[in-house]
């Protein structure tokens, strides 16, 4: 009966009889997710968030939740003693009550905890519309300095825990590009636009076989306007001016003939679209150059063409060996890619 009833209830509720709605589909780049389980998985999701990585995993999710349910199995096996009265089975009692006590526990952490998320999820938003809204009290937020700006980058940046994934200082690791001088390699206005929707540069080049690829993607974190501002303000004031020299010569227009002759540099003579596309042209063996100078500066561009190993000791890049004017009329050509 029992059988025939949870059947009955199954078929109705996968015809959407009744049950919870169905949201929209999983998008596993979208970090601003709050899941919130049913109420009788809250326990278990807070035991997961006590042991978030690696081997604790496994632990949270397989194996204390199958040792609890064998214990329950074996308990006939386990208790032989005859006695029934709560009162003469102290033992029993106290293990099942601290059971009982720890499920509750955790099932009333695990609700407090998607709460607080929540709570943050909303104060967040809430914080950006006071910010991006059409100026109707502009005196209330003065203009932030800089320096106020990039602080609340660096929070930020801790926050959504970027550092897993990224170094801060060294080289790139696991593939993933190092922050440590991205003020020196990045455009200010291509940066911002990144992190609110970040693009492919480097995932569909297929470096993979090499162990090259960021085996990870950038996630979507679903940035505000305000917060990308921050985190960007916080990224710019990265640099390494040793790493990445400051060449004022650079920053001058360039003459036409020196980006003509960069341009045959690159197409033709050192061949860089062997690895590189340049719009219609070349491969994707490293990143697509077609929109380079949106995205970098020239002072980086110089140093990577010159010498790519110093930025990372392990990159595919190749150091093609370039006399410096010739780098410098490499990058004035790439500088135009816009
Ligand atoms: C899951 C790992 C992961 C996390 C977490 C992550 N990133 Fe990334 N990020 C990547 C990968 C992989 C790339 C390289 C993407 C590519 O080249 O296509 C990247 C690229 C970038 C770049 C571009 C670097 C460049 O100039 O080439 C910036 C900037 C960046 N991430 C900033 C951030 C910030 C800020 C955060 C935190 C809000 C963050 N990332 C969190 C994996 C991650
Ligand atoms: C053997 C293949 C190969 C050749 C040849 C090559 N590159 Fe690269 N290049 C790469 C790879 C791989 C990367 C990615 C390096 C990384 O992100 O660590 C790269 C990165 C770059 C970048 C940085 C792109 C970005 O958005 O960060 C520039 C600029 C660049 N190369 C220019 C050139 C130029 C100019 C030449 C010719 C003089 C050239 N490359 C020749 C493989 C190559």
Redesign the pocket.
């Known amino acids: 009966m029992a059988f025939l009833l949870l059947l009955v209830l199954a078929v109705l509720e996968s015809r959407g009889v009744f049950g919870p709605p169905l949201e929209a589909k999983a998008d596993p780049t979208n970090s601003s997710y709050v899941p919130r389980p049913d109420w009788y998985f809250l326990g278990l999701q807070q035991l997961l968030r006590i042991f978030p990585r690696g081997f604790g995993q496994v632990l949270a999710t397989t194996v204390i939740p199958t040792l609890a349910v064998i214990l329950l199995v074996a308990l006939p096996f386990l208790d032989r003693n005859p006695e029934r009265s709560p009162r003469r089975r102290p033992v029993a009692m106290t293990i099942g009550a601290l059971s009982a006590l720890a499920v509750v526990s955790l099932t009333i952490a695990g609700d407090l905890a998607v709460r607080r998320e929540e709570r943050a999820l909303a104060r967040r938003r809430a914080a950006d519309k006071a910010l991006t809204a059409p100026a109707a009290t502009p005196s209330e937020s003065p203009p932030q300095d800089p320096a106020q700006l990039a602080a609340a980058g660096e929070r930020?940046?801790e926050e959504?825990?970027?550092a897993?994934?990224?170094p801060l200082t060294g080289p790139p690791r696991g593939?993933?590009?190092t922050?440590a001088w991205?003020g020196g390699?990045?455009r200010r206005g291509w940066?911002s636009i990144?992190?609110k929707k970040?693009t492919?540069?480097?995932?569909e080049t297929n470096l993979a076989k090499r162990g090259q690829r960021?085996e990870?993607?950038?996630?979507n974190?679903d940035?505000t306007d305000a917060e990308a501002e921050q985190?960007t303000a916080f990224?710019m004031a990265r640099q390494d001016p040793e790493l990445i020299p400051h060449r004022p010569e650079l920053s001058a227009p360039a003459e036409s003939a020196a980006v003509k002759q960069g341009e045959k540099l690159v197409h033709k003579t050192y061949r860089c679209i062997i690895c590189h596309r340049i719009g219609p042209e070349g491969n994707l063996f490293g990143?697509d150059l077609t929109h380079v100078g949106s995205?970098r500066q020239p002072d980086f561009l110089y140093a990577i063409i010159h010498n790519p190993y110093r930025l990372d000791h392990h990159t595919a890049m190749k150091n093609l060996h370039l006399a410096p004017d010739e780098v410098r009329d490499a990058v004035r050509y790439l500088a135009t890619l816009r």
């Open positions: 930020l940046f959504l825990k970027c897993s994934c990224h593939g993933v590009p922050l991205e390699r990045a940066l990144y992190l970040p492919r540069i480097r995932w960021p990870r993607r950038m996630p974190f940035l985190l990224l990143p995205r």
